[in-house]
């Protein structure tokens, strides 16, 4: 009896110990990502994201915020729609086959001078999982890329893929700052505006202020000196017109323009500012675009010759982005205060 009591406690023992080595493998290979382990599963985790080009030097750093947005190089806010491709791209990237060995010193060449290097973060301080990102294959798409592994980099790259995704992966990794800034100008919904202003400097009577409150909303004239018209307001015009500033896009930056000065030395033709009730501000001003090779109208239907772009503009954005946007988009923000009213004003 006494001898088997002792036989099943070392039984026990043993499947116990076997227990704890097999969790304390899983919980191993749960820290450090296999070779193979570039997707990531859970990417709502990610709280950073840093993207080095080992070409061209340049860096981006994405940050999530509170407010679920992403700050871009602790400056700027990034584009929505590319965070988006971004993660998806994390999160769906998979191992299509191993590069084969007559092609393993020349692409972990490639990976050494050319690749984009990949940090993700669930904590801001030590990534959980690096890699890097190179060309596609010749005459094929994805990627090859390989793997960081405890601090190393791993012996075999991979060719990568995103299953139906049929072009190159690293153009998704991209690293010019331009690219990755939010083309955004006004994002409000409409009970979150505070005042809307519009400014014509050179015609200050058709200026206005829309101000709203929890109670009522309220159009006037764009300061005390201005004449202030008597009569019926149309609120569901103003209304539509607070809706506009939900969301207005710029087309492209224009920082490289070689004659960004010299517009900026212009006076502007408008001067559009939203404020938000939880303290956020952003002012527009707008320029008019010169004619240029680009522009779809060169002259007018009768035949006359025009000075400026009739669809585009510059604009300056909180005086220090410098965009192009589009009349198209912005067109119809630029009202003048006695469009507002119901009936002609006396």
């Not at 227990?19 to 493998?25: A, F, K, N, V």
């Not at 009569?231 to 896009?249: M, P, Q, R």
Request: net charge neutral; charged share 25%; proline share 5%.
């Amino acid at each position: 009896m006494k001898v088997k009591n002792i036989f099943f406690i070392l039984v026990f023992i043993l499947i116990a110990a076997l227990s704890i080595y097999i969790l304390w493998e899983q919980k191993q290979k749960n820290q450090v990502p296999d070779e193979k382990d570039f997707a990531v599963e859970n990417p709502d985790e990610l709280v950073k994201i840093f993207l080095a080009d080992k070409s061209s030097g340049n860096t981006i750093l994405l940050e999530k915020q509170e407010n679920s947005s992403w700050l871009l190089n602790k400056k700027y806010r990034a584009m929505p729609e590319k965070i988006d491709v971004l993660i998806s791209t994390l999160k769906n990237v998979q191992v299509n086959y191993p590069v084969p060995d007559s092609q393993w010193d020349m692409v972990v060449k490639d990976l050494a001078t050319n690749a984009v290097k990949v940090e993700l973060y669930k904590e801001k301080s030590h990534p959980f999982k690096t890699y890097f990102v190179g060309r596609a294959p010749a005459n094929s798409h994805g990627a090859f890329m390989i793997m960081q592994v405890d601090g190393r980099t791993a012996k075999r790259p991979y060719v990568c893929h995103i299953p139906g995704y049929v072009a190159e992966l690293k153009s998704r990794y991209f690293t010019d700052e331009l690219d990755w800034r939010d083309l955004n100008i006004f994002r409000y919904q409409l009970g979150d505006i505070k005042e809307v202003s519009l400014y014509y400097p050179k015609d200050p009577a058709a200026s206005f202020r829309i101000r709203q409150n929890e109670e009522q909303v309220v159009l006037m004239p764009y300061n005390d000196t201005l004449p202030e018209i008597k009569g019926e307001v149309n609120a569901a015009l103003i209304t539509e017109y607070l809706s506009f500033f939900k969301k207005l896009n710029a087309e492209g930056f224009a920082e490289n323009y070689e004659k960004k000065d010299s517009i900026l030395s212009n006076e502007p033709i408008a001067i559009l500012e939203a404020k938000g009730k939880g303290g956020r501000s952003d002012k527009l001003k707008v320029f008019y675009m010169p004619l240029n090779k680009r522009s779809s109208m060169q002259y007018t239907p009768s035949g006359k010759d025009i000075n400026r772009d009739l669809e585009n503009y510059y604009a300056l954005y909180n005086g220090e982005a410098f965009f192009t946007i589009q009349d198209f988009v912005f067109g119809k923000t630029f009202k003048r205060y006695e469009q507002f009213f119901v009936r002609p004003v006396q």
